[in-house]
């Protein structure tokens, strides 16, 4: 069993950075496609980034593309979402994903694990 945790969240003005860090439990953890989600009130899970076991092959949805980044540590078990340029938009409640199957990366079925999420709020 796996199991993921985020952390990083918190209320940022417009325009300023955070990053999110997804710790994975588990030795298969490295070998995993990881992703992060993201939630705002009244809306559906949407997809923000994704990476599989490489970090050659990555994927973002347009929205942030520029401004976000997606990373990893191996030898940590962590994966990082660098958000640079926030804006109001991009409150919600961002999840980690991970899982085996890279075939789908951007959708959230392709996923095994999920953490119980951070909250981000960038204020105008």
């Known amino acids: 069993q796996v199991q993921v945790v985020e952390s990083g969240g918190g209320l940022v003005q417009s325009g300023g950075s955070l990053r999110l860090s997804c710790v994975g439990s588990?030795?298969?953890?490295?070998?995993?496609?990881v992703a992060w989600f993201r939630q705002a009130p009244g809306k559906e899970r949407e997809f923000v980034a994704a990476?599989?076991?490489?970090?050659?092959?990555?994927h973002y949805t347009d929205s942030v593309k520029g401004r976000f980044t997606i990373s990893r540590d191996n030898g940590k078990n962590t994966v990082y979402l660098q958000m640079n340029s926030l804006k109001p938009e991009d409150t919600a409640v961002y999840y980690c994903?991970?899982?085996?199957?890279?075939?789908?990366?951007?959708?959230?079925?392709?996923?095994?694990?999920w953490g119980q999420g951070t909250q981000v709020t960038v204020s105008s």
């Open positions: 994903a991970a899982g085996p199957s890279a075939l789908n990366p951007m959708l959230s079925g392709n996923y095994d694990y």
């Open positions: 990476m599989t076991w490489t970090e050659t092959n990555t």
């Open positions: 588990g030795r298969s953890f490295s070998m995993y496609a």
